[in-house]
């Protein structure tokens, strides 16, 4: 049995249990994190080093990151439709990923921990105006990249760096905020909408 550490309310968590849905896969979800089982407890530093959620135990594979963990689930069920094995679409893919990871998620933090749940000090508005510009921008990035491929992110198939990237757009919309009009990015938020995984742990009613 798979087993996922982690709140169903945080980004990271919600990408992981999309994926697990898209796959087919069973698991048992525990809640750690904000408002739940500590993170920072010996216990569960011993599961992720860093502290944070999610974690994944697979017998005795215990791994933390969300994008490491979407990616070894996919390798796990040899989903090459996700993640391809061929080097070239695979670096196209994980170019996205990445991304979503080290640069798009920063502005959505602050929106998120500052604008939605009001927690200082992210709720500053010099923080916001930042985050709400910085967001568009790289909003905006992603909405050239799908007029592009008129589709999804890395091509004209659903793969790991939509699942990578689909909870961030879906707060985009769902928070409560002044937004561009990025007409190619909302109607990959309708295309992502038809994936009932989707439906379930991303577009269900928390933003
Ligand atoms: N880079 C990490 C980031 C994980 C992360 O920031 N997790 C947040 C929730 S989205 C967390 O653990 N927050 C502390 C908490 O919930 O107690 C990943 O992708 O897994």
Redesign the pocket.
Known sequence: MLTVY??AN????RKVLWTLDELGLDYERLD???GFE??DSPDYRAINP?????ALKDGDTVI????A?IRYLCRKTDAIHLLPTNHRKLAWIEQWMDWQ?SEM?RPF?ILFMGGHLDMAPFNAAAHLDIANSEGGKFMGILDEQLSRTKAYIAGNTFTAADLAAGVYVHRWFALDMERPDFPALAAYYDRLAERSAYMVHVKNGLP
């Open positions: 982690g709140r945080s980004s990271n968590v750690y994190g904000r500590p993170t860093a502290g944070l959620v999610p933390g990151e969300s994008n963990i990871a998620v933090r």
